[in-house]
């Protein structure tokens, strides 16, 4: 079966101005931004972002069992790739803020439709598993 590649370009966007963008090879940078897409901290931090900036502590209380060393491990990748903005107010004491970006964003709707369809079929699933269901 072939594998599946992208179409579309962008009007905005020479076709040959960049490499192509393919996933399923393993030499395709695009991997490191799957792999990055795919963290559950990624997958819980950034709905909680949709909803407005949020501080550090605010992040802390949303997500149960992640460490201060994760999230702001989590939040430094998301920045560095454009999907969320730091705000550093420069107060003492340290006043900071994170905000999704307007391509942070757009991945929270997509995120947003995954955590639904989780929820509803978290449990037809454990079933499948033949597993109890966590409650």
């Known amino acids: 079966m072939p594998t599946p590649r992208p179409t579309s370009t962008s009007k905005r966007e020479k076709p040959a101005s960049r490499a192509p963008v393919d996933p399923w090879s393993d030499t395709c940078p695009s991997r490191?931004?799957?792999?990055?897409?795919?963290?559950?901290?990624?997958?819980?931090?950034?709905?909680?972002?949709?909803?407005?900036?949020?501080?550090?502590?605010?992040?802390?209380?949303?997500?149960?069992?992640v460490s201060q060393k994760m999230l702001t491990q989590?939040?430094?990748?998301?920045?560095?790739h454009g999907l969320v903005a730091r705000r550093d107010y420069l107060e003492v004491p340290p006043r900071v803020e994170y905000a999704l970006t307007p391509l942070g964003d757009s991945l929270a709707k997509t995120i947003t439709s995954l955590d639904d369809w989780v929820i509803r079929h978290y449990y037809d699933m454990a079933k499948a598993r033949g597993e109890s269901a966590r409650q």
């Open 32 to 65: 490191d931004v799957i792999g990055l897409l795919a963290s559950k901290w990624v997958m819980l931090l950034i709905p909680l972002l949709r909803r407005g900036p949020r501080r550090n502590g605010d992040l802390m209380r949303g997500i149960a069992g």
């Open 74 to 80: 989590t939040l430094r990748d998301l920045e560095r």
